[in-house]
């Protein structure tokens, strides 16, 4: 079955750039989608098909997918930004990554 | 506006019986997909299976395919997640969400959630 890999966190100084990888072989060649969760709350959709942002997510976020690395990027970090962030992809089934865990310091 | 709406937090014993709810409005729940995703504690999310309410045709996770049923009554459009025999191992938050389609090869999202249901198996 097709796994997907995301560091189990990353750091960010407020104002600065965070990036999120989610690592798959050649996911490159799938649709990557984004959510974030969090503490106490249900995921949200912020990224669809690697770069599309829903309606009220901040210009803030945005996604790139190449090779075996997709990416969400979140443009000057905010404290309200601190969240549980997962990818999804399908591959005859629907497939999450394990999370990684946004710290805005 | 679309809202899943998800019944109240349960706690039962290893053993008995379990069936929540997850109440669709602002669509016609007959058009989409229906899913059911697990969150054990502190852990990531898992996709459990989904149906389709207007055909009641369902889909499972090999990892969930036999130890739960999915269900749906359109007439109140309401989807289920039902176990016959609950374990401590089922101690999470489930919620429901739902599938949005965007090309012919099965290939979706999850657009919207419910605020999720709260589930403790405990002797």
């Known amino acids: 079955s097709y796994e997907v890999t995301q560091p189990l966190s990353v750091s960010v100084a407020l104002g600065q750039t965070a990036r999120i990888t989610c690592g798959g072989n050649?996911?490159?060649?799938?649709?990557v989608h984004w959510y974030q969760q969090k503490p106490g709350q249900a995921p949200v959709l912020v990224i669809f098909?690697?770069?599309n942002r829903p309606s009220g997510v901040p210009e803030r976020f945005s996604g790139s997918n190449s090779g075996n690395t997709a990416t969400l990027t979140i443009s000057r970090a905010q404290r309200g930004d601190e969240a549980e962030y997962y990818c999804q992809v399908w591959d005859s089934t629907t497939v999450f990554g394990g999370g990684t865990k946004l710290t805005v310091l | 506006e679309v809202q899943l709406v998800q019944s109240g937090a349960e706690v039962k014993k290893p053993g008995e019986s379990l069936k929540i709810s997850c109440k669709a409005s602002?669509?016609?729940?007959?058009?989409?997909?229906i899913g059911w995703v697990r969150q054990m504690p502190g852990k990531g999310l898992e996709w459990m299976g989904m149906?389709?309410?207007?055909?009641?045709?369902?889909i499972y996770s090999p990892s969930f395919q036999g130890h739960v049923t999915i269900s749906a009554d359109d007439s109140i459009s309401t989807a289920y997640l039902q176990w016959s025999s609950l374990k401590a191992s089922d101690t999470a938050m489930y919620y429901c969400?739902?599938?949005?389609?965007?090309?012919?090869?099965?290939?979706?999202?999850?657009?919207?959630w419910g605020q999720g249901t709260p589930v403790t198996v405990s002797s």
């Open positions: 969400a739902r599938p949005y389609y965007y090309d012919g090869s099965g290939q979706y999202y999850f657009d919207y």
């Open positions: 050649n996911i490159g060649s799938k649709n």
């Open positions: 098909r690697d770069i």
């Open positions: 149906i389709y309410p207007g055909d009641s045709k369902t």
């Open positions: 602002g669509y016609s729940i007959t058009s989409y997909w």
